[in-house]
């Protein structure tokens, strides 16, 4: 069964500085990864995907991430954030074409 | 806009009345998804279709829910006799490929 662990449940960080939101999978097979951003009261908006090829992906809003098959990891990055990024963001992983298994998630919250 | 869409986006109801919610997938995707998402948590897959074919049910969907998607097209899903742990934010998503498109979300108090 595949399972998603998000290693930090809230991020604080000051504007401008970089960041990084960790997400590790469990699975036996090969996976398709994602990132997701919610702002409140909102769905779920996609970020970036990876499914195959290079393992650096680059998404909307300056984010990227990086996956890693030996240390089961997709963890997302931004050199330099910005207050609007204070979102909730979502680590998902998908066996195919079929149901996503989520994180719980990390909320990040930029502070002037 | 053609992205994802639910109705209604706001549902209060007291305990024990059927609620239905709807939605309305990008029109050229084939498979719709539904999840539901509780405070503080990531979204959890209820059930999924390809066309008008339920393909998967969670066991999170008891025998109290039920999901149509009679013409491949847009989505029922229809919850009978509302308990307050139904509260949540119900999630719809489509997908032509492998990446999945959400849609805001309709979100149930139970009173």
């Known amino acids: 069964a595949q399972s998603v662990t998000q290693l930090d449940s809230q991020v604080p960080v000051f504007e401008e500085a970089p960041v990084e939101l960790r997400c590790n999978y469990s699975?036996?097979?090969?996976?398709?990864l994602f990132w997701y951003v919610q702002y409140p009261n909102q769905g779920l908006q996609l970020l970036l995907k990876y499914l195959s090829g290079s393992t650096l992906v680059k998404g909307i809003n300056g984010f990227e991430a990086e996956f890693n098959k030996s240390q089961t990891s997709f963890h997302l990055r931004k050199p330099s954030v910005h207050i609007s990024d204070t979102a909730e963001y979502f680590c998902?992983?998908?066996?195919?074409?079929?149901?996503?298994?989520f994180g719980k998630g990390t909320k990040l919250t930029v502070n002037p | 806009d053609t992205g994802v869409s639910q109705d209604p986006r706001h549902k209060i109801t007291k305990r024990g009345q059927n609620v239905t919610f709807r939605c309305d997938p990008i029109s050229e995707h084939n498979r719709l998804y539904w999840y539901r998402q509780t405070l503080g948590q990531g979204p959890e897959f209820l059930t999924y279709?390809?066309?008008?074919?339920?393909?998967?049910k969670s066991r999170l969907l008891s025998d109290r829910f039920s999901a149509e998607r009679p013409k491949g097209s847009f989505s029922t899903l229809e919850i009978q006799r509302t308990e307050q742990g139904d509260s949540a934010m119900y999630l719809c998503?489509?997908?032509?490929?492998?990446?999945?498109?959400f849609g805001p979300g309709t979100r149930l108090t139970v009173t």
């Open positions: 998503a489509s997908s032509g490929n492998y990446e999945q498109y």
């Open positions: 699975s036996s097979v090969s996976v398709y």
């Open positions: 998902a992983v998908s066996e195919g074409a079929e149901k996503l298994v």
């Open positions: 279709f390809q066309n008008e074919a339920q393909l998967e």
